[in-house]
């Protein structure tokens, strides 16, 4: 995987330094956020860094759970969600490109959980993103 770039602590990341960073998908962290508010207007939005990965990550929150986590990238960023077991059947019948399935269902496990993560390029990753985020937020 890529490094991630916000890695100066005393820097808080607003939007102006995430789009000098990743450019051109600006346009792409735009419309993913607002589709997440639109979905869920209840939904919480924090940058936190994290000492343990020496990074600033963007996590996007339900009722005190989290829905993703957003690392920036050189040119993009990528969205990360988190799903125990039970999770499985239900991204195996979901619509999303079989890619994304092999990679989850072959992740790596930390302890009960594995991981989705789409790098962001074009409309059809935030497609995906959306379809990952319906998952995880009917999950119990």
Do not use: H
């Amino acid at each position: 995987m890529e490094p991630l770039v916000l890695k100066d602590k005393s820097v808080y990341p607003d939007d102006e330094l995430v789009f000098s960073i990743i450019g051109n998908n600006s346009v792409y962290w735009k419309k993913l956020l607002a589709d997440i508010r639109e979905a869920y207007p209840s939904s919480e939005e924090v940058w936190n860094y994290y000492n343990d990965g020496k990074n600033w990550l963007f996590r996007v929150l339900l009722k005190k759970k989290t829905l993703f986590w957003i690392g920036v990238l050189e040119d993009t960023f990528r969205i990360t969600f988190y799903f125990g077991d039970k999770a499985e059947p239900v991204i195996e019948k979901s619509n999303l490109p079989e890619e994304i399935k092999a990679s989850f269902k072959s992740g790596k496990r930390y302890g009960k959980i594995r991981a989705i993560s789409i790098k962001v390029n074009c409309q059809e990753d935030i497609d995906n993103a959306l379809v990952v985020a319906r998952i995880k937020s009917s999950m119990k």
